[in-house]
């Protein structure tokens, strides 16, 4: 019997390849008898070759350009090429493959290539988008619809490969870099959006005022061809003049490769929500991501130890690629003053110390800003922790009940989340949560009478099919109350979403099937149901027994 | 390329609207669909 054959489509940009590669060298060490490859596209693949070959064993490249060169703009020959492209030998039995992108073009490509297994999304053959792993479904009903999912993207991976063993996480054999008395910060002061990038005036400022006040500190700047010009309005700034010698320009005169080998160099590294982030972790460098715009904390940050996020705390943060925004108020609410000061703290003690900030920046600047230390869980799963003395907000304590409820509903993975002292505001919050978490319960025992039902009905010797359908009827009637719900309970929408996506991609070919599989989707989700109204209610009376506020572990 | 697009595009509506499944090339032509949609928006 030959090797077993997973192959993954990644074709979203450069940093979503490099996380997957990361949860992809886990199931190397894991599964080194199964022949692991990858579809990209050409124009990110390519340049990324360095670090892929050493993890799959194919890198299939797909390029539009390529398929659509000699078709003398006829559609016949553009299909022709495509259909050639499909029928090379590497993309034929194939026994897992594994849709990562999420986007139209790959559900398709999913959809066309021929495997004994589908992980991720694939289109019907009547065109309808279906998605059957219970990892890939949360991420089309939480990724997909806002800031919901407390996973991060490695994790998601691990878990649609399903890598369970994370130990190589928990042993915390994380050490710094030998420790020179001179420190090399690696900046990369941009990102693919201009959402998502401060202006270059305000890294002037935290370049200037961090080498004013440290004298043993050096900075790389990095960036690719395209960002020549915005790391000109930076280096050519006056008042970086006088520090020339301290500052290394590499913006634009780096292939991708040399740029990851010079970052090695470097002892520390800053920067947006990009591809560079995620480079430096394949070095273990400790990094600070300047979250925003539409930036997730958690979701994307750099994946290994030693990893910050700040993040602005503007109500409308962080928001969607599609929202209309011309002010940017999640720039200003985070301060060159509060990322200056923190990046001190952050090189020179490895660490970033909450006593350090609290004397050196006003709390004007601190108090728009959140910091976040990510690394692994008891069970080795990544996870964000809020720095500082400000209470996590009820969404982030719900978030967390939410991973833990789901950690171990899909998994069987019990972690341990530390929940820090919180507030009678968030007390109530949580027993109305409960409350909607009541609702979606009792709707779902409902919907299980239902479905029962039908099947009772079915297996009569005459069945009734007027009864049939009032029960049908009965379960559309709970679906509509379970959407209203969703509106009522806006943060118990994730999990409202995740059970509609499961119930229409439900398995069968006729009524009985059906409504077997539907019974058992509504006993599902009332088992999550009970998890979490068991989490929530048991961070309840750990309030009342303290008063006004107390802190415990989920 | 865009009338032969147009009319491709027009047969596999109609077959989805009559509730038929989608063969092989219809698929073929979607994804393809999907990647000149792709280079259209840069």
Partial sequence: MGKKNFTIIQLTRLGDIIQTTQAAKDFRVQHPDIELNIICRKEFGLALSFILKGTFDNIIYISKDELLEGCDNDLDLYLSSINKWLSQEVLQNIDVLLNFSFCETSNRLSTLITAKNRLGTFSSPQNQTLVKDQWSQL?????????????????????????KERSCWTDNDWQPKEAHEVKTLGIHPFA??????????????????????????????????????????????????????????????????????????????????????????????????????????????????????????TKCFPCFPKTDCSFYQC???????????????????????????????????????????????????????????????SREVFKDILRVALSYKFEEVEEIISLPATSRDQKRYLEQINDGVRQIFELCEFGKKYSG?????????????????????????????????????????????????????????????????????????????????????????????????TEGNV | MKDQVIARLKEVEEKLQLGLKLENEDLVFLFGLSLLKEKLNG
């Avoid at chain 1, 200037?208 to 050096?218: F, G, P, Q």
């Avoid at chain 1, 005459?462 to 009522?488: H, W, Y």
């Fill in chain 1, 139 to 163: 991420v089309y009903s939480m990724v997909m619809s806002g800031p919901h999912n407390p996973y991060n993207l490695v994790d998601i991976y691990k878990n649609i490969l399903g890598i």
């Fill in chain 1, 192 to 313: 693919s959006q201009d959402k998502k990038k401060w202006k270059p005036a305000k890294w002037t400022e935290v370049i200037y005022k961090l080498l004013k006040d440290e004298e043993n500190i050096l900075v790389e700047i990095f960036g690719s061809n395209s960002e020549v010009e915005f790391g000109e309005q930076i280096l050519n700034s006056k008042v970086l003049s006088k520090f020339k010698d301290r500052i290394t320009n590499n913006v634009g005169k780096l292939s991708l490769e040399q740029t990851y080998y010079r970052l090695g160099r470097c002892s520390h590294f800053v920067g947006h929500d990009s591809l560079l982030g995620h480079l430096a972790k394949l070095h273990n460098l400790p990094t600070l991501t300047i979250a925003l715009g539409t930036v997730r904390p958690i979701e994307t940050a750099p994946y290994g130890h030693n990893t910050f996020v700040m993040a602005p705390r």
């Fill in chain 1, 331 to 393: 720039h200003a609410d985070l301060s060159y003053q509060a990322v200056t000061e923190t990046l001190k703290t952050f090189i020179i003690d490895n660490e970033i110390n909450f006593k350090v900030l609290n004397n050196s920046i006003s709390p004007f600047h601190l108090d728009s800003v959140d910091i976040f230390r990510l690394g692994p869980t008891n069970a080795g799963w990544y996870a964000a922790e809020k720095l500082g003395n400000d209470h996590p907000t």
């Fill in chain 1, 453 to 549: 039902d039908i099947l009772r009905e079915v297996s009569q010797v005459s069945p009734d099919l007027e009864k049939i359908k009032t029960f049908a009827n009965k379960i559309d009637e709970v679906d509509r109350l379970m959407d209203l719900l969703g509106k009522t309970y806006n943060d118990l929408k994730p999990v409202i979403d995740y059970y509609k996506i499961v119930k229409f991609n439900l398995e069968g070919e006729n009524i009985v099937e059906l409504s077997e599989s539907s019974y058992i989707v509504y006993d599902d989700n009332s088992i999550t149901c009970s998890i979490l109204y068991e989490l929530i209610g048991k961070c309840l009376p750990q309030q009342e027994a303290r008063g006004k506020s």
